[in-house]
């Protein structure tokens, strides 16, 4: 292999073999296999594309492996990628309807839950605005209310507590919480390792692809 | 203790679903069925959504229709030698549907591109998007369909009980186009140039099929202009709107189309369902 690739396999995450003509192959995920059940809070952490996102998609059933099995039960929620699902132009309550909806809900449902959602975000009248007008932080605030109040039995969340604020850190842990105590699976992807050691009870770190579970005193 | 509210779905997956769950494609179109109230909701707020700030809003696509078959009409019928009153009607109604087909087909290159986030990230059924375009366009359909039938009724063109004929066509033209929009979604998410094609050939199609004009219009070459694929599409609406039902050919050519159609398209989507969300 040339100096060129050698140096990009070693900052890169996933890794990146046959250069034969034009098509490169990356292996985001090698021979990664777990067994998650209801009350598991997996936190996963690993470098910059070691392939956290597409575990966690691989989990969702957005990306389909190319050898094995995804066996899932329950219901999904993802806050994967900010914005996903939302349409910029609508205003909150509208976004409230239309996330609930592409999660599975019915209206009646959400209409139900709208309050809930609302005393959560704290965003007040600025759910009347269109979304557009809102901070990344804002966004993502209304996105994990919408993703948690569905009542998920799987609930996966990629790197999205960065752009949260302290208080809204602590609901999001007492609402976090409560999840977990309705007893569901949860897996959350972060940088953040103290975090990650205040939602999490296993740990899996993932590496150039490669899955690790370890202990919580090894991060 | 899963919670109250948790969909069964997944559970049917596992057992229910097992022996169809080899077929991605199928598998995918079946759940497509349960999700009828994301793909309802998803059309009825992008035909909202569109027109928000607007005053007139889906009106503008009436407007446009009328003014299209006004200002064409009368000047057309005598270019093409026919009598006004037959022909406004029939380019009105080929507008009408021509608005319809080119409008899907057009939209289908970029239908999983434009979707992109919501392939991305949610784990819905691929299949809710070329339901979700259909679903669209028909309402866009109704919308412009007051104005043939106010022309037909200004006009004096028949409207008898041969006329709701079309309703039965325009079902058997749907599903056809259903598979369309699938296919070429499929094709155009892989090869972003299918995007630029469609672009490119749908305005030479506009022409050369029986859109402004009807096949019987032409003295030597109306069989030729069957070999068209449009020109079905068309007149399976079109003959019942004007007033006479459609030559029985037509009906089993969008028959073998849908069997034909449909076989292809679930073979490609069996096998290429679970690119898709790396392609966009």
Same mark, same amino acid.
């Given at each position: 292999?040339?100096?060129?690739?050698?140096?990009?396999?070693?900052?890169?995450?996933?890794?990146?073999?046959?250069?034969?003509?034009?098509?490169?192959?990356?292996?985001?995920?090698?021979?990664?296999?777990?067994?998650?059940?209801?009350?598991?809070?997996?936190?996963?952490?690993?470098?910059?594309?070691?392939?956290?996102?597409?575990?966690?998609?691989?989990?969702?059933?957005?990306?389909?492996?190319?050898?094995?099995?995804?066996?899932?039960?329950?219901?999904?929620?993802?806050?994967?990628?900010?914005?996903?699902?939302?349409?910029?132009?609508?205003?909150?309550?509208?976004?409230?309807?239309?996330?609930?909806?592409?999660?599975?809900?019915?209206?009646?449902?959400?209409?139900?839950?709208?309050?809930?959602?609302?005393?959560?975000?704290?965003?007040?009248?600025?759910?009347?605005?269109?979304?557009?007008?809102?901070?990344?932080?804002?966004?993502?605030?209304?996105?994990?209310?919408?993703?948690?109040?569905?009542?998920?039995?799987?609930?996966?969340?990629?790197?999205?507590?960065?752009?949260?604020?302290?208080?809204?850190?602590?609901?999001?842990?007492?609402?976090?919480?409560?999840?977990?105590?309705?007893?569901?699976?949860?897996?959350?992807?972060?940088?953040?390792?103290?975090?990650?050691?205040?939602?999490?009870?296993?740990?899996?770190?993932?590496?150039?692809?490669?899955?690790?579970?370890?202990?919580?005193?090894?991060? | 203790?899963?919670?109250?509210?948790?969909?069964?779905?997944?559970?049917?997956?596992?057992?229910?679903?097992?022996?169809?769950?080899?077929?991605?494609?199928?598998?995918?179109?079946? !759940?497509?069925? !349960?999700?009828?109230?994301?793909?309802?909701?998803?059309?009825?707020?992008?035909? #909202?959504?569109?027109? #928000?700030?607007?005053?007139?809003?889906?009106?503008?696509?009436?407007?446009?229709?009328?003014?299209?078959s006004a200002g064409l009409g009368f000047i057309w019928s005598e270019l093409f030698r026919v009598d006004a009153t037959t022909f406004v009607p029939t380019l009105?109604?080929?507008?009408?549907?021509?608005?319809?087909?080119?409008?899907?087909?057009?939209?289908?290159?970029?239908?999983?591109?434009? !979707?992109?986030?919501?392939?991305?990230?949610?784990?819905?059924?691929?299949?809710?998007?070329?339901?979700?375009?259909?679903?669209?366009?028909?309402?866009?359909?109704?919308?412009?369909?007051?104005?043939?039938?106010?022309?037909?009724?200004?006009l004096?063109?028949?409207?008898?009980?041969?006329?709701?004929?079309?309703?039965?066509?325009?079902?058997?033209?749907?599903?056809?186009?259903?598979?369309?929009?699938?296919?070429?979604?499929?094709?155009?998410?892989?090869?972003?140039?299918?995007?630029?094609?469609?672009?490119?050939?749908?305005?030479?199609?506009?022409?050369?099929?029986?859109?402004f004009f009807?096949?019987?219009y032409?003295?030597?070459?109306?069989?030729?202009?069957?070999?068209?694929?449009?020109?079905?599409?068309?007149?399976?609406?079109?003959?019942?709107?004007?007033?006479?039902?459609?030559?029985?050919?037509?009906?089993?050519?969008?028959?073998?189309?849908?069997?034909?159609?449909?076989?292809?398209?679930?073979?490609?989507?069996?096998? !290429?369902?679970?690119?898709?969300?790396?392609?966009?």
């Open positions: 292999m040339s100096l060129r690739n050698q140096l990009v396999r070693i900052s890169t995450g996933g890794r990146i073999e046959n250069e034969a003509g034009q098509i490169h192959v990356v292996t985001a995920l090698n021979e990664v296999s777990f067994k998650l059940q209801d009350g598991d809070a997996i936190g996963l952490i690993g470098h910059n594309g070691a392939g956290k996102s597409t575990l966690l998609r691989t989990m969702a059933g957005v990306y389909h492996p190319v050898s094995g099995n995804v066996i899932r039960q329950g219901r999904v929620a993802t806050v994967l990628e900010l914005g996903a699902g939302m349409d910029t132009e609508l205003s909150g309550y509208e976004n409230i309807i239309r996330m609930g909806i592409l999660m599975g809900l019915s209206l009646t449902e959400i209409r139900s839950k709208t309050e809930e959602v609302e005393n959560f975000t704290q965003l007040g009248d600025f759910l009347q605005l269109p979304v557009r007008t809102y901070s990344s932080g804002m966004a993502t605030r209304l996105m994990f209310a919408v993703a948690t109040s569905t009542e998920p039995d799987i609930l996966l969340v990629d790197e999205v507590f960065g752009t949260g604020d302290a208080e809204f850190q602590i609901k999001a842990k007492e609402r976090m919480e409560a999840l977990i105590k309705s007893v569901g699976i949860f897996v959350f992807a972060s940088h953040n390792h103290e975090l990650v050691r205040q939602y999490c009870n296993r740990f899996f770190r993932l590496e150039h692809g490669n899955l690790l579970e370890i202990d919580a005193n090894a991060i | 203790m899963p919670s109250p509210l948790s969909r069964p779905t997944n559970d049917i997956y596992t057992t229910l679903m097992l022996p169809i769950s080899r077929f991605a494609g199928i598998a995918d179109i079946v !759940q497509t069925f !349960q999700c009828y109230r994301i793909i309802t909701f998803m059309a009825f707020s992008d035909v #909202k959504a569109r027109y #928000k700030r607007s005053v007139l809003g889906p009106l503008w696509l009436t407007l446009g229709t009328a003014g299209g009105t109604a080929g507008l009408i549907l021509w608005q319809f087909i080119s409008g899907i087909i057009t939209e289908s290159t970029v239908l999983f591109s434009r !979707q992109a986030s919501i392939i991305r990230n949610l784990s819905l059924p691929l299949a809710i998007h070329p339901a979700q375009l259909l679903l669209r366009h028909l309402i866009n359909l109704a919308h412009n369909a007051p104005v043939f039938f106010i022309v037909a009724l200004a004096g063109s028949p409207l008898t009980l041969t006329t709701l004929l079309a309703l039965p066509g325009l079902l058997l033209l749907t599903l056809n186009l259903l598979w369309l929009a699938l296919f070429i979604g499929l094709i155009g998410a892989r090869f972003r140039d299918i995007e630029y094609l469609v672009a490119m050939v749908m305005p030479l199609f506009m022409l050369i099929s029986p859109v009807r096949p019987n032409l003295p030597f070459s109306e069989h030729i202009i069957w070999f068209n694929p449009f020109s079905h599409f068309i007149e399976i609406v079109r003959f019942p709107l004007l007033g006479s039902t459609p030559p029985i050919f037509v009906v089993e050519i969008h028959l073998a189309m849908l069997v034909v159609g449909w076989g292809v398209t679930l073979w490609l989507f069996n096998r !290429q369902h679970h690119r898709v969300a790396f392609w966009v």
